[in-house]
């Protein structure tokens, strides 16, 4: 189950003076590519979902790939919501299966950004998930040119970073240091000694967007000053574009099949030669051995009901599944009814929780007391109810 938490495991990264990769994935071409980069690398990896991206697949689709891919996989994987827009975002992103999330509000004014980042903070701790925030602004659009939307580049200042992560309570931070989403047409101007005064200000994993076009140089210098969180988009995606092209060439009038043969191989390249440059090769067991696994925990609830009949307990049992489905941190609520007459417990709920912070927060979330105080409790005779940290799930 190497799911791990990545607040662990980006301490490791940051303690260690190498950075993960966190690679934006838009297809089960990228999440194989990435993946077996890092399983034949024995690196930890990030597999990252951007918000901006959700036009071109279904989000709750591409989760429950990555999440099998993680499970199965030997090295320590983490799953991110990169660049949401909003708490419904962080939210959701949560429930289809993410354990670290950032909510992009950087193009806000301070006060605006510092708001809303802390009220995704408080969300997400009560989940146990950590949080990127970003403060300054990284222009351009990642898969594009990074010219065509340079928009204005604003610098993150070490004093309002300070104050910004000890108002907020986010887990890494994303600066704007120099680099650009997108295609780069030249090299990137850094600002190395900016990016040391907020490490030795701030002492938490710094995060860099738009690692496309960066040299081996910059990339060491950066992680020497406290990068420990690289997110990758452009240049996997144009080593896709650039396999697809070859086949087109070389077979004119193919199938989809055929022009996508080599799109993982090439994304898988791409992403290894990053995991060497980055240093986070070679270091998947020290990770697996200092992170925390992550995992679901399973609340188990088994009652009869008085004084209603079995409709009316259909019913509250529906409201149910939808107030406490749309709790922070509740992943999933399923019901049952005993298969045999006259079994000792004739209704079951599953309610999966992302991991164990969620029995806390569950418990005391107001939607969760009203629908119990006022709808089960009244009627649940004999209730019994376990919470089980699930083995070799
Ligand atoms: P690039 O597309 O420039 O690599 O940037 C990716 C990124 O920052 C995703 O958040």
């Known amino acids: 189950m190497p799911l791990v938490n990545m607040k662990d495991m980006l301490a490791h990264a940051y303690g260690h003076g190498y950075a993960v990769g966190a690679f934006d994935v838009v297809s089960l071409d ?16 990030i597999l990252s979902l951007a918000e901006s991206r959700f036009e071109h697949y279904d989000f709750e689709l591409l989760m429950s790939a990555v999440g099998a891919a993680a499970r199965r996989s030997p090295v320590p994987v983490a799953l991110h919501l990169d660049h949401g827009t909003n708490m419904e975002s962080a939210v959701r992103a949560i429930r289809f299966g993410c ?9 806000m004014t301070l006060g605006e950004n510092l708001a809303a980042t802390r009220a995704v903070v408080e969300m997400a701790h009560a989940c146990g998930v950590p949080v990127e925030g970003e403060l300054g602004y990284v222009p351009g659009v990642e898969g594009e040119d990074a010219e065509r939307h340079p928009g204005p580049l604003a ?3 070490v004093a309002e970073a300070k104050g910004f992560v000890e108002r907020t309570g986010v887990d890494f931070l994303a600066v704007s240091i120099g ?3 997108g295609r780069l047409k030249g090299k990137a101007n850094l600002d190395f000694p900016r990016l040391r005064s907020i490490n030795q200000a701030l002492g938490i994993p710094l995060a860099i967007h738009g690692g496309t076009g960066l040299d081996d140089d910059q990339f060491r210098r950066l992680i020497a000053k406290g ?4 997110n990758y988009y452009t240049a996997l995606t144009d080593a896709a574009g650039a396999a697809i092209c070859a086949r087109v060439k070389s077979a004119p009038g193919a199938g989809y099949a055929a022009l996508v043969r080599d799109v993982s191989a090439a994304i898988s390249t791409e992403a290894e030669r990053c995991m060497r440059v980055w240093g986070s090769a070679g270091r998947a067991a020290e990770v697996m051995s200092h992170c925390r696994p992550w995992g679901p ?5 088994l009652h009869n009901v008085v004084g209603i009949s079995e409709k009316e307990a259909a019913v509250m049992i529906a409201e149910g599944q939808q107030v406490l489905g749309a709790i922070p941190g509740v992943r999933e609520v399923v019901t049952g009814r005993a298969v045999k007459e006259g079994a ?4 079951c709920w599953l309610v999966r929780f992302a991991a164990p912070e969620v029995i806390d927060s569950y418990r005391e979330h107001p939607a969760h007391v009203l629908f119990a105080n006022q709808r089960f409790r009244p009627v649940a005779e004999g209730r019994i109810s376990i919470d089980y940290a699930l083995e070799g799930a």
């Open 227 to 230: 990068v420990a969180k690289i």
């Open 179 to 181: 680099t650009v989403h």
């Open 344 to 347: 000792q417990y004739r209704y």
């Open 297 to 301: 925990v399973e609340h188990l609830i």
């Open 99 to 107: 354990n670290g999330v950032m909510v992009d509000t950087s193009h």
């Open 30 to 45: 990228f999440v194989e590519g990435v993946m077996t980069a890092a399983e034949r690398s024995r690196a930890p990896v």
């Open 155 to 157: 610098y993150t200042t």
